[in-house]
């Protein structure tokens, strides 16, 4: 029996220029503009500047004074690209 290694996902909502911007950090995808992906890697670059809190159910990064709220995505799940 082998276990499987599951990276958690995180998507959150930023206004369409930052998920351009933040996409360029390692982790972190833009799948629309507006909605990012990152990875647990990706939300701590997104940390470095800021504070992250993190709880069961998603993430928040709290950086520049803007506050970006995570869902955190189950095991198969995929994220919603349309709104």
Do not use: W
């Amino acid at each position: 029996m082998s276990a499987v290694n599951h990276t958690p996902r995180y998507v959150g909502d930023v206004p369409p220029e930052l998920g351009e911007a933040l996409s360029a950090l390692e982790g972190v995808t833009q799948l629309l503009p507006g909605r990012i992906l990152c990875s647990a890697v990706g939300l701590l670059h997104l940390s470095e500047r800021g504070t992250l809190f993190r709880c069961p159910r998603g993430a928040v990064v709290v950086r520049n004074g803007q506050m970006i709220t995570f869902a955190k995505l189950g095991h198969g799940d995929l994220p919603k690209t349309h709104v």
